[in-house]
Structures are given as structure tokens and as C-alpha cells.
Nanobody
Framework: VQLVESGGDSVQPGGSLKLTCAAS????????MKWVRQAPGKELEWVSG???????VYHASVEGRFTISRDNAENTVFLQLNNLRPEDTAMYYC????????????????RGPGTQVTVSC
């Protein structure tokens, strides 16, 4: 199993980014996938997820601003981040669930090395 994130950057408040997670060693259509993040000095928190069947789930703090999607042919998961706020600053990790469902917490089976998102003026 390998997960590799990309797309993180430094943006101003209100800006947008699209994070990409390239998965290999398994099929994303067989497992739940999630994005989790960790800000400096804070615990890991889940942000968004997809069940194996493709149902999206969002944390209340990002609902309406972030969109999760996937490209089954490319075995890739995306996270579109819009209307970014300073409190969204964190290292973002793509993670694989142990099974087909999404678990509403920050636990995971495997995760990637992460991509940094910084939101500041």
C-alpha cells in the first residue's frame, strides 16, 4: 500500500487548493478513504471521507467549502479546498480505511507522508 499526497501550498484567506492522493497497491473502490489533518500543537482530526461505494462525508468545519472526489481509473482521490481560512492551516494526509466504510474519526489503516496547507495573509 502506498499513498502519496500533493497539491499543498501557501494561500491567502479565501483562496483555493486541490489536493491529490495517488494510491497504489489496492483499489480505492474497495476501501473507505479519508483526508485527515494535523495543525501544529493540535491532534489529528478527520476532514472528509469517501465510502468504497463513493458516498462523501464531511466534518462540520469544512462542510460547504471542501469537496472530496475520486478518479477510479487513476486510483486517485482528490480534496478541493475552497474559501480557505487560517484555521485550515495544517498538514493534510490521505488515508485508507481498514474496510469499505468510512469511520468518523482520525484512525486509519495506512496514510501518506502528507502535504502542507498554509493559509495566511
Amino acid at each position: 500500500v502506498q499513498l502519496v499526497e500533493s497539491g499543498g501550498d501557501s494561500v491567502q484567506p479565501g483562496g483555493s487548493l486541490k489536493l491529490t492522493c495517488a494510491a497504489s497497491g489496492f483499489k480505492i473502490t474497495s476501501y473507505g478513504m479519508k483526508w485527515v489533518r494535523q495543525a501544529p500543537g493540535k491532534e489529528l482530526e478527520w476532514v472528509s471521507g469517501l465510502t468504497a461505494s463513493g458516498t462523501p462525508v464531511y466534518h462540520a468545519s469544512v462542510e460547504g467549502r471542501f469537496t472530496i472526489s475520486r478518479d477510479n481509473a487513476e486510483n486517485t482521490v482528490f480534496l478541493q479546498l475552497n474559501n480557505l481560512r487560517p484555521e485550515d492551516t495544517a498538514m493534510y494526509y490521505c488515508a485508507k480505511e481498514k474496510g469499505p466504510n468510512f469511520v468518523h474519526d482520525a484512525r486509519f489503516d495506512y496514510r501518506g507522508p502528507g502535504t502542507q496547507v498554509t493559509v495566511s495573509c
